[in-house]
């Protein structure tokens, strides 16, 4: 009778730390960090994904803006959150990959303090130009740089982001010298772009197209492997280009010892998200294409970008402002 009374009671106790243990992720409002200012394309990117996420999870989600240092910042902040998955980073290439290459010293050790849930997407860039440039293209683009040194610069979202890597690999490439001039975030860049502070960018279709519609840019070149279903009619940088090729991509990661069950709900939630037709379609027409990837994916290709970039990081010179 006692062992029978144990084995209840055994199963008693299963049973309700089973319900509580389902009650846990989410039991509140999810925290979606992101390294930038508002207004950039990850920014708006998270402001869509979260709507379908709150819906999934029954709990709100929050996009929480925490700018600098490319990301340093933001995931420093994660990598000290409680470790339960309520609350995440949204990165790109040059936070997630790219930061060990470049900072001798980070708060947080990546392969210590952060697990891999998803690749989110992958997306090509657009090589703009103010308008007022007189470069219609590629070509047009490094003869100007050339004939006038230090009076040609391209702006970036920060020191060591993507956009940061597009344009030092256009300078390796090109035999040319523009100069990086770096911001917190697609929103202030686009701003001394369109002033003529700067004289080009690489950004997100999201950011460059409104103001090509309204005449004040110009693209020039996509930096992806193949021109966008979107936009047959521009050419890729390795048109002009041999070898060129940049693309982004956002990932997810949470502090390691997040269980496992809390990365398996955020990870199938996103990848729902992304392949909806809507947001899909979405994704499309601003050149990106949806991944939803399972975490050791992930885990494994953000290895492969770190060393694949690192010899181009090397060879450039290119280094944290």
């Known amino acids: 009778m006692k062992i029978r009374s144990r084995l209840a009671l055994g199963i008693a106790l299963l049973s309700v730390w089973s319900t509580v243990f389902g009650q846990a992720f989410p039991n509140k409002p999810v925290h979606i960090v992101i390294g930038f200012a508002p207004g950039g394309v990850i920014d708006a990117f998270a402001r869509q994904l979260g709507p379908k996420l709150a819906d999934a999870l029954g709990q709100p989600v929050i996009i929480d803006n925490k700018p600098g240092a490319n990301g340093v910042l933001a995931m420093d902040y994660v990598a000290k959150a409680p470790r339960d998955g309520h609350t995440i980073f949204m990165g790109a290439l040059g936070n997630l990959s790219l930061n060990n290459l470049f900072y001798a010293k980070l708060p947080y050790d990546f392969e210590r303090d952060f697990a891999p849930v998803t690749q989110v997407n992958s997306v090509s860039f657009l090589l703009a130009t103010n308008a007022a440039v007189p470069a219609k293209n590629v070509a047009e683009l490094i003869s100007l740089t050339k004939a006038r040194p230090g009076a040609v610069n391209y702006s970036s979202t920060g020191s060591g982001s993507t956009p940061n890597l597009a344009g030092e690999l256009f300078n390796s490439l090109a035999s040319v010298r523009a100069a990086h001039i770096a911001y917190k975030g697609s929103g202030q860049s686009m701003t001394d772009l369109l002033a003529g502070q700067v004289q080009f960018t690489f950004d997100a279709v999201a950011i460059i197209m409104p103001q090509v519609e309204t005449g004040k840019l ?49 990870r199938d939630e996103v990848a729902k998200a992304v392949k909806a037709p809507d947001m899909r379609d979405k994704m499309i027409r601003e050149g990106m294409e949806p991944i939803g990837s399972t975490p050791e994916e992930f885990g494994a290709f953000m290895k492969v970008e770190t060393t694949k970039w690192a010899k181009v990081i090397k060879d450039s010179g290119m280094k944290i402002d």
């Open 218 to 266: 110009r693209v020039l070149a996509t930096t992806g492997p193949r021109r966008l279903a979107s936009l047959p009619n521009v050419p890729t940088m390795a048109e002009s280009l041999p070898g060129y090729e940049v693309t982004n991509w956002y990932g997810i990661v949470v502090p390691r010892g997040t269980p496992r069950e809390a990365i398996a709900r955020i």
